[in-house]
Nanobody, 126 residues
Framework: QVQLVESGGGLVQAGDSLRLSCGTS????????MAWFRQAPGKERELVAA????????YNGDSVKGRFTISRDNAKNTVYLQMNSLEPENTGVYYC???????????????????WGQGTQITVSS
């Protein structure tokens, strides 16, 4: 049974840092593309950052790219999202997702991923 379990969310102030972790089981992480998505209240789920099974990364926007870092440790079956200089606009539920690479798949859409975690809430106060 595949499981993705996020941890590390919470209530922080603007300018603070957080590191999210996504522990995985039931899959071979080194074969998977992995991503973090954010869903704000009343909005669609959107990509924050993704990392291919090769290790290459994609970020959604220059603002995120300069402050957030996605990484993976295949030996620990864990994917991370380091978030620095958090802003109120970063508030939302953060989901970890996994997907096998396939022809026609990108990294940016929810439909590119097969499995999802339950999400972890991040609230950034101003």
């Amino acid at each position: 049974q595949v499981q993705l379990v996020e941890s590390g969310g919470g209530l922080v102030q603007a300018g603070d840092s957080l590191r999210l972790s996504c522990g995985t089981s039931g899959l071979t992480l080194s074969y998977q593309n992995m991503a973090w998505f954010r869903q704000a209240p009343g909005k669609e789920r959107e990509l924050v950052a993704a990392i291919r099974y090769t290790g290459s990364t994609t970020y959604n926007g220059d603002s995120v790219k300069g402050r957030f870092t996605i990484s993976r440790d295949n030996a620990k079956n864990t994917v991370y999202l380091q978030m620095n200089s958090l802003e109120p606009e970063n508030t939302g539920v953060y989901y970890c997702a996994s997907g096998l690479p396939a022809y026609g798949r990108s990294l940016t859409r929810p439909s590119d991923y097969d499995r999802w975690g339950q999400g972890t809430q991040i609230t950034v106060s101003s």
